[in-house]
């Protein structure tokens, strides 16, 4: 009993962490059917900047981290402008090149090898209920995660910014022909993505303690299948996708054989294949995805 | 035969030119410095992969993240067959006796190589060929994640991290200007098959070229096949090339390297995979010996890593935005004349229609 219980809790976490890491594809892709290859360099450009400026001062840390993350989305944001009304496979490899792009920057500022820092170590020490331990951080990344949603849920339902937010993931050519701004609500949504990233990029740095410049590959892998699995460009499927992924994979590694764990991440590639191919619209479909002649 | 009946089967002028590249490269290789011949033999091999690459994403206007998990399983199969028995053993102690004392030698290896990876790219593709667009490249790229992981940590068939090594032969410069022409070959012809003319037609519009019966799974299906024989290709060479097989040499690195290359020539044509593969290997070439340190000439520069990467990356970005249907989409203007010129002299005849074809194709991707 108590090992499934340790097993939710961490499932839990996980899922409200990887929940994270798909709303922050799913926001872009809702917005410019737009699979963004690079928001795990945003993940990545956070981890050096929390690493860096956290390390004397973690609230600082945390600060220079959102605003790096948020500006760096601002600025891929312009980069991928022109290529909005091009298929979505130019998008893709766009993305993608950027991605490369700033990885080799951060090669090429910070070196291949992985820089280790204090920052939110502290987070680190476990509190005890009962026979369970569970760490702060864990603590931590749930409660910032179930904020983040609460104020994401806000944004999208409760302010014009968020209705039209909605709209253009809707159909965005009939928003633009009804007058929404297209060149301020895609800034808007890469400007939620990258703050997403950002408090990403504080939970994982504080967790490894190093940061390098392929931290954000293992994040982008993840939120790639959470949101195919929770059906593409929908909010709710990307949280739920996020936090089946979560709980999957925490449960799995509890439960099991050693032998078989290595092979776990294969276990949720083939589930994307198998929803890309079956339930072309994920497991929460949108109805405005299906593609008309 | 007369020249327009080659003509229609793929042999056109375009592929004597490029073909003719592909020698001079080969013969810049023998008789340029060590480092320099490294640099083009690299271009080489890069090309072989674009070349798969090309037979399927170019045709069917599906980009495809999946080929390098293609080229894995080609090398993989190549490999085994190239590697001391007594080695097998140690390594990968868990495949069947008969494939740990097979041996054989480097040519059947290769086709071993390229069989192989056409049956993979044949199984595999089997349900992804239903699939378009986005979702069809987001599936691909799920399949290479799946080949690495199990490659990684399948360590009793594929070695885990630490591969294969100890490949016994090396490629010699002219197998591989062979192997690139061959590839160059069967892509222009498997272009210019019915096949090819089909999958192109559902690449302009799925939904006309189907209610014209063509079956674009099945011909999408045609094209991984053969594409996949020759990344299985591309992929052998490649590690006899350098003597090892690991997962990594097949990771996602090499996955960005062919699509952009792929990209920045121009995805639609056979050209533009040359031009795109040979471009890019030179900037990553040059940039790779300044990044490295040293001196030139006068000049002194510290080693910077990451700056070869950096220079790619930003110009495959450059293109994407400033020429998205790629560097070689169109010809060079006094190219374009010269052919403007020459066709203005010919009475119309089969040549014209497949001509106007190509125009329309290429004023719809400008």
Redesign the interface.
């Known amino acids: 009993m108590t090992y499934f219980a340790q097993a939710l809790i961490q499932g839990l976490t996980l899922g409200a962490l990887y929940a994270q890491f798909a709303l922050g594809i799913a926001v872009i892709f809702g917005v410019m059917?737009m699979?963004n290859f690079a928001y795990g360099e945003l993940i990545m450009a956070g981890g050096y900047a929390f690493l860096i400026v956290g390390a004397s001062n973690p609230i600082y840390g945390v600060i220079t981290a959102l605003v790096v993350t948020a500006v760096l989305a601002l600025i891929l944001e312009r980069?991928v402008r022109?290529?909005r009304t091009?298929?979505?496979?130019?998008m893709?490899?766009?993305t993608?090149?950027?991605s490369?792009?700033l990885?080799?920057?951060?090669?090429?500022i910070f070196?291949?090898n992985p820089k280790t820092g204090s920052a939110g170590s502290s987070l680190l020490q476990t509190a005890s209920v009962g026979s369970l331990s569970i760490s702060y951080l864990d603590i931590l990344t749930l409660c910032s995660s179930v904020v983040l949603m609460v104020l994401l849920t806000l944004l999208l339902n409760r302010t014009r910014t968020g209705l039209r937010l909605r709209a253009v993931a809707e159909d965005s050519s009939m928003a633009r022909i009804l007058g929404v701004r297209m060149n301020v609500v895609i800034p808007v949504a890469f400007v939620v993505s990258g703050v997403l990233a950002g408090v990403a990029a504080v939970l994982l740095v504080a967790q490894t303690g190093t940061a390098q410049?392929t931290l954000g590959?293992n994040p982008l892998?993840i939120a790639?299948?959470a949101t195919?699995l929770g059906g593409l460009g929908t909010f709710r499927g990307a949280v739920a996708g996020g936090m089946l992924l979560g709980l999957v994979t925490a449960f799995l590694s509890f439960y099991l054989p050693s032998s078989a764990k290595?092979?776990t991440?294969?276990i949720g590639?083939?589930a994307?294949?198998v929803v890309?191919?079956l339930l072309?619209n994920g497991l929460i479909s949108s109805r405005n995805l299906r593609?008309r002649? | 035969m007369t020249y327009s009946q080659f003509r229609r089967r793929g042999f056109s002028v375009e592929l004597g030119v490029l073909l003719g590249v592909v020698i001079l490269c080969g013969l810049a290789a023998t008789a340029a410095s060590e480092v320099t011949s490294g640099v083009i033999t690299q271009g080489l091999i890069s090309l072989l992969l674009v070349v798969s690459l090309y037979i399927f994403s170019g045709n069917s206007g599906i980009v495809s993240f999946g080929h390098p998990a293609i080229a894995f399983a080609g090398a993989y199969a190549a490999s085994l067959f190239i590697i001391e028995p007594g080695q097998k053993a140690m390594t990968v102690p868990g495949l069947p006796e008969a494939l740990i004392s097979a041996q054989s030698s480097a040519v059947v290896s290769v086709a071993i190589g390229a069989a192989f990876g056409a049956v993979f790219a044949g199984v595999v593709w089997l349900p992804l060929v239903r699939l378009s667009g986005i979702r069809s490249s987001l599936a691909s790229f799920a399949v290479l994640l799946v080949v690495l992981n199990v490659a990684n940590n399948w360590q009793d068939v594929t070695g885990g991290q630490t591969g294969l090594s100890g490949l016994m032969y090396a490629p010699s410069v002219l197998s591989i200007c062979i192997w690139t022409m061959a590839s160059l070959v069967v892509a222009a012809v498997y272009g210019a098959s019915r096949s090819g003319r089909r999958l192109r037609a559902s690449r302009e519009d799925e939904v006309a070229a189907e209610a014209c019966g063509i079956n674009i799974a099945l011909e999408r299906w045609i094209a991984i096949v053969v594409s996949g024989a020759v990344a299985g290709v591309a992929g052998a060479i490649y590690a006899q090339y350098l003597g090892t097989l690991t997962p990594s040499m097949f990771g996602l690195d090499l996955d960005f390297l062919t699509v952009a290359m792929l990209l920045v020539g121009g995805m639609f044509f056979l050209r533009g995979a040359v031009v795109g593969a040979l471009l890019l290997t030179a900037v990553a070439g040059i940039f790779g010996r300044i990044q490295n340190g040293g001196t030139f000439g006068f000049i002194t520069i510290d080693p910077y890593p990451g700056l070869a990467q950096v220079a790619f990356a930003l110009l495959t970005l450059i293109v994407v935005l400033v020429r998205p249907e790629g560097l070689a989409a169109k010809p060079p203007q006094f190219i374009a004349n010269w052919l403007h010129r020459r066709r203005e002299g010919k009475a119309a005849g089969v040549d014209t229609v497949e001509d106007s074809a190509e125009k329309t194709s290429m004023e719809v991707h400008s």
Do not use: N
């Not at chain 1, 091009?86 to 130019?90: K, Q």
């Not at chain 1, 990885?103 to 090429?108: E, S």
């Open positions: 059917r699979m980069i022109p290529l091009r298929e979505a496979t130019a893709l490899v766009g993608f090149a950027v490369y792009l990885q080799a920057l951060a090669t090429l070196g291949a410049p590959v892998l790639f299948i195919i290595p092979f991440s294969s590639y083939v994307v294949i890309l191919v072309p593609t002649v």
